[in-house]
């Protein structure tokens, strides 16, 4: 059975900073494509950044490119995103997803997830 643990989310101003943290269980963590999605109230959950198996590709959305990074370290089966320039409509519970089909393309959707983190809560304020 898979675990997502999420850590470091919290409280910050804007145009601050935070890094996110998933520590995952399983064998086959570097086959994997890792997500980091979001959900603000009365939203729906959304891709935000995600990393192929490799390390080698990566997607970010619109509203954060140029202002986060993901990355994994394969070897501790961690993915990580830093969030920099945060704004208030960052503010979302942010889940570690795991996409444990082999691929050689990104999926964005929430469907092509098969295991979920329990969630952080990101607050920006102004």
């Known amino acids: 059975q898979v675990q997502l643990v999420e850590s470091g989310g919290g409280l910050v101003q804007a145009g601050g900073s935070l890094t996110l943290s998933c520590a995952a269980s399983?064998?086959?963590?570097?086959?994997?494509?890792m997500g980091w999605f979001r959900q603000a109230p009365g939203k729906e959950r959304e891709c935000v950044a995600a990393?192929?198996?490799?390390?080698?590709?990566?997607y970010y959305a619109d509203s954060v490119k140029g202002r986060f990074t993901i990355s994994r370290d394969n070897a501790k089966n961690t993915v990580s995103l830093q969030m920099n320039s945060l704004k208030p409509e960052d503010t979302a519970v942010y889940y570690c997803?795991?996409?444990?089909?082999?691929?050689?393309?990104?999926?964005?959707?929430?469907?092509?997830?098969?295991?979920w983190g329990q969630g952080t809560q990101v607050t920006v304020s102004s």
């Open positions: 399983g064998r086959s963590f570097n086959s994997w494509t």
């Open positions: 997803a795991a996409d444990r089909t082999l691929r050689w393309v990104i999926g964005t959707g929430k469907d092509e997830y098969d295991d």
């Open positions: 990393i192929l198996w490799s390390g080698r590709s990566t």
